[in-house]
């Protein structure tokens, strides 16, 4: 069996039994144990000085191949590029988008540099999956190199329309190198479309028919690749239990002793303009003032760590929340009740776990997400006797699938406050019949399958000659 080897931006961190994360992570290391690999990227180090160097650590079957960088790569490849150019944009905020030629300079530098460190580890039969946003020209520099492997992308967050791509300068150089992959996966069927659509539109290229049961074939940039959705999934059983072991424990006991009798709605974000928190708060605010009744009846608490706290518009997103939490607090606070609880801090997997079990509402209402786990997570964590009701933003890509949850638009303040009135008042049996729906969805489409998904095309693309691309210049791309 051929070797995988996974290339992340960051590598999971590792404990005794493998990574600690959850999720993606967990998902990724079963299939690293089950084949042999390894698993190669950033250590999350910034080095001030001396060359980084490549550290190798071995689990079993898995080697952690890790690099630290220098700080003016991390500043160009990390806080520039990545994250205050690319993210802002795939997730339609151009309003946001800060471009520098030099920090897109630094982050093809960056790749080629990593690709370099990974070339002498490769063997022949090797196969390999990058993934996210901070690595698209990941496959062109393996390609300069020499390497004739497998090669597949998976990007986590979402793929956006041309019109707002347009807005990052070198789209055309970003879409090239994509196509230096051999297979790309995206979250949804939305950002598929919106991908073949500039490759049709915008690159001259052409797509073949598909009704979505086999991947896109693709020929742009002289190149011919394949493409499909692969949505991401969780581990749902897994969760389950975690929720179930946790409710015993300290926090939730404490989180339900000064709840009393009040409903709990849930949100968990990392801190990120992305996730829609003012709009929430605002639209939770909106309730309260609309509906007397749910005063000091119902608590909301928004845990956001904190994530990418050294870039401005993170400080920007903080700052602002704590300004609305602490305004709509002051305005309806009585002495027994706090209405908002944000905590601006990390915690454990199964605590979380184990109070999206004990809340009414799962509050999820991010302006756009790749696909969003804690959706996942929080349907999962229910009680199916008593489960709580999903809120979820439309923008969500996890919208796609979880179509029982009770879908909003993000920016529409009333309309999500009589999503969670409707939440907070919807009667047990359809609360159940909607939980049913949703968790044999996650079921059928859990973590184990999206990898395997993704794995099987890739390496049937080792097998099979690829298909003859139909040149149909002329005609819209069908994908969807
Ligand atoms: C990207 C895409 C896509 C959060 N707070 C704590 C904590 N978390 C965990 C959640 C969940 C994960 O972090 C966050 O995943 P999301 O999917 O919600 O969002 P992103 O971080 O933006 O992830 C996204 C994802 O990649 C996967 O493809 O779905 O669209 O943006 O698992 O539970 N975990 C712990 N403590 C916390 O305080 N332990």
């Known amino acids: 069996m ?15 039994g493998g990574p600690a994360a959850g999720g993606l992570a967990v998902g990724v290391y079963d299939a690293l144990k089950e084949t042999g690999g390894m698993w190669f990227g950033w250590s999350g180090e910034v080095l001030s000085s001396g060359q980084p160097q490549i550290q190798l650590v071995e689990h079993g079957p898995v080697t952690f191949a890790t690099v630290g960088l220098a700080r003016r790569d991390y500043d160009q490849y990390y806080r520039g590029f990545s994250n205050a150019t690319l993210w802002p944009a795939f997730h339609y905020r151009a309003d946001l988008v800060h471009y520098d030629r030099h920090e897109f300079e630094g982050y093809r530098r960056v790749n080629a540099w990593l690709a370099g460190h990974l070339v002498p580890l490769l063997r022949d039969d090797d196969v390999i999956w990058v993934h996210d946003y901070h690595l698209i020209p990941f496959a062109e520099a393996l390609r300069e190199a020499g390497v004739k492997n497998r090669i597949g992308f998976f990007l986590h967050i979402p793929f956006p329309a041309a019109q707002v791509l347009l807005s990052v300068p070198p789209h055309r150089d970003l879409v090239k190198a994509l196509c230096a992959f051999d297979l790309l996966g995206f979250q949804t069927r939305p950002d598929l479309r919106a991908f073949c659509d500039y490759i049709v539109h915008e690159a001259a290229g052409q797509v073949d028919d598909t009704d979505g049961t086999q991947p896109a074939s693709i020929r742009a940039f002289g190149r011919s690749l394949r493409a499909a959705a692969y949505p991401i999934g969780v581990y749902p059983d897994e969760i389950a239990q975690l929720a179930k072991a946790g409710s015993r424990g300290k926090p939730v006991r404490t989180m339900k002793a000064t709840l009393h009798d009040r409903q709990l709605i849930m949100s968990v974000d990392r801190l990120d303009y992305s996730k829609g928190l003012v709009e929430r708060f605002r639209a939770f605010e909106r309730l309260l003032d609309r509906s007397p009744a749910f005063r000091n009846r119902v608590s909301f608490v928004q845990i956001a760590p904190p994530t990418r706290a050294d870039m401005h518009a993170y400080q920007d997103i903080r700052l602002r929340l704590e300004a609305e939490s ?29 109070l999206f079990r004990q809340s009414h509402v799962g509050y999820v209402t991010p302006l756009r997400d790749g696909m969003n786990l804690v959706a996942k997570e929080y349907v999962s964590a229910q009680d199916p006797d008593d489960p709580g009701v999903l809120v979820l933003s439309q923008f969500a890509g996890a919208a796609q699938e979880l179509t029982a949850a009770l879908i909003v638009n993000p920016i529409d303040v009333d309309g999500m406050a009589d999503a969670l009135g409707e939440a907070l008042a919807m009667p047990l049996a359809e609360r159940r019949a909607r939980y049913r729906d949703m968790i044999a969805q996650l079921r059928d489409n859990n973590v184990s399958i999206w990898r395997d998904n993704f794995l099987r095309d890739l390496n049937r693309g080792a097998a099979d000659k690829p298909r003859a691309v139909r040149a149909r210049a002329a005609r819209k791309a069908v994908v969807a």
């Not at 915690?347 to 184990?354: F, I, S």
């Open 326 to 354: 602490g305004r709509i607090n002051g305005r309806f606070a009585e002495f027994d009740w706090t209405p908002i609880r944000y905590i601006h801090r990390q915690y454990e997997r199964q605590v979380l776990a184990a």
């Open 2 to 16: 051929s070797r995988l080897i996974i290339v992340s931006n960051r590598v999971a961190p590792i404990s005794e």
